[in-house]
Structures are given as structure tokens and as C-alpha cells.
Nanobody, 123 residues
């Protein structure tokens, strides 16, 4: 059974940092593009970052460019989101997603999703 499990969320002051992790099982991890998405209360789920299967290609939404970094450790079947210079607007539930097709992940249509981890940034 395919499972994605996020961890690393929490409460942090504005300007602080967090690193989210998403551990995958039940899939050929190195063949999947991975993405991070977030959803704030009352808002739609939006893409944050996407990384290609090899880790050589990445995408970031404009709101997080220069502050967030997506990376992956294929031997550990884990994708990370390093979040620096956090702002209150980053407060959301963060989800990881996996799909073999880059554009499917980017478009929010990945076949597999995690349960989410809460990130709260205080002012």
C-alpha cells in the first residue's frame, strides 16, 4: 500500500525556519516527481514546490522563491521542504504529493497524497 507521511510541522515565529519531511513507502520512489502543497483555512490548495524524479529539476511558486528549498533523498525515500524566513502567510496545512508525471504533480493532480502537517507562523 502506498503511503506518504509528512512530519516536521509546528509553531514558529515569523522569520524562523522549519524543515518538513515526507517519507514514502509502497512505491518506486526514484521514479516519482514529488510536490509540496499547502492549504490555509478557507483557501484552495496551492502548489508550493515540485522536484523531479532525479532531483535535478525543481519548481517554486513565486511566494516562496528564495525562501523555501525542496530536496529529495532517494535512498531514504524522503522529500524535504526547507522553509526559511517564514511569514504568517505561510501558515497552512502542508501536504506532499507523488506522481510519475511532473505535470500531474504540478497541476495538483498527483495520484498519491499525504495526510498533511500543520505549519503555524506567528507574528
Amino acid at each position: 500500500q502506498v503511503q506518504l507521511v509528512e512530519s516536521g510541522g509546528g509553531l514558529v515565529q515569523a522569520g524562523g525556519s522549519l524543515r518538513l519531511s515526507c517519507a514514502a513507502s509502497g512505491l518506486t520512489f526514484s521514479s516519482y516527481a514529488l510536490g509540496w502543497f499547502r492549504q490555509a483555512p478557507g483557501k484552495e490548495r496551492d502548489v508550493v514546490a515540485v522536484i523531479g524524479a532525479s532531483g535535478g529539476t525543481s519548481y517554486y511558486t513565486d511566494d516562496v522563491k528564495g525562501r523555501f528549498t525542496i530536496s529529495r533523498d532517494n535512498p531514504k525515500n524522503t522529500v524535504y521542504l526547507q522553509m526559511n524566513s517564514l511569514k504568517p502567510g505561510d501558515t497552512a496545512v502542508y501536504y506532499c504529493a507523488a506522481d510519475p508525471i511532473w505535470n500531474t504533480v504540478l497541476g495538483g493532480r498527483a495520484r498519491k497524497w499525504g495526510q498533511g502537517t500543520q505549519v503555524t507562523v506567528s507574528s
